[in-house]
């Protein structure tokens, strides 16, 4: 018998202790040549210092928490050549946020994954 309630109180322990799900959401923004809002007073040279471009506009202006903020090189954009301002620069931005800052991130243009 008491190993039975040590059993159901072990259990019952482990089952409280479990770390909750991950909730986040990933988020996906085609980049653009020169109109993204986070561009429009922000200069970089590589893809880090753009990243960094891009943290703080999402954390400073629009106030979106998130986290692993990736730029992917879309290789299927080479096939056509566009150099105007609404026109993709050949990226995807790509983060993870939760159900919080989804009609945010949304409205500024990014799709959920």
């Known amino acids: ?4 309630i040590f059993f159901i109180f072990a259990l019952t322990l482990w089952t409280a202790c479990k770390k909750d799900a991950d909730t986040s959401i990933t988020f996906a923004y085609a980049a653009t040549q020169c109109s ?4 429009e007073n922000a200069t970089w040279s590589n893809d880090a210092e753009y990243q960094q471009v891009i943290k703080n506009y999402l954390n400073n202006e629009l106030d979106i928490d998130f986290s692993d903020l990736a730029i992917i090189a879309n290789p299927d954009s080479n096939a ?3 150099q105007a301002c609404i026109c993709p620069n050949g990226k995807t931005i790509q983060i993870k946020s939760t159900e919080e800052f ?5 409205a500024f243009g990014f799709v959920e994954q």
């Open 102 to 106: 989804k009609e945010k991130l949304i």
């Open 1 to 4: 018998m008491k190993q039975t």
């Open 36 to 39: 993204d809002k986070w561009a």
């Open 80 to 82: 056509v050549f566009c």
